[in-house]
């Protein structure tokens, strides 16, 4: 078992910067492949992000793709998501999730076991 908190949203202007943190404890951090998603109201969840457990291999949504980066401390069991150039429509409930690491990345939210309970983020026009 791993529990996962969330925490970096809020409020910030259109084209700006937030970074989010999941900060993990429970089993072995290490032994996870972290996503990061999104949900909008009446939306689907959609990947953002995912990382390996060695940080060594990423995925980006294409929606985010170039403007985004994830990362991870394994010293301090957390995940980052770094998020540049907001805008309106990325305003969601962000979440970070783990599964078993098996040298893959996933991008469907279903082939995740452990979520956070997410965190808000709102971007104004």
């Known amino acids: 078992q791993v529990q996962l908190v969330e925490s970096g949203g809020g409020l910030v202007q259109a084209g700006g910067s937030l970074r989010l943190s999941c900060a993990a404890s429970?089993?072995?951090?290490?032994?996870?492949?972290w996503g990061w998603f999104r949900q909008a109201p009446g939306k689907e969840r959609e990947i953002v992000a995912a990382?390996?457990?060695?940080?060594?291999?990423?995925y980006y949504g294409d929606a985010v793709r170039g403007r985004f980066t994830t990362s991870r401390d394994n010293a301090e069991n957390t995940v980052y998501l770094q998020m540049n150039s907001l805008n309106p429509e990325e305003t969601a409930v962000y979440y970070c999730?783990?599964?078993?690491?098996?040298?893959?990345?996933?991008?469907?939210?279903?082939?995740?076991?452990?979520w956070g309970q997410g965190t808000q983020v709102t971007v104004t026009s």
């Open positions: 999730a783990a599964r078993s690491y098996d040298g893959r990345l996933y991008e469907n939210p279903n082939e995740y076991d452990y």
């Open positions: 429970g089993r072995t951090f290490g032994s996870y492949t």
């Open positions: 990382i390996t457990r060695s940080g060594g291999s990423t």
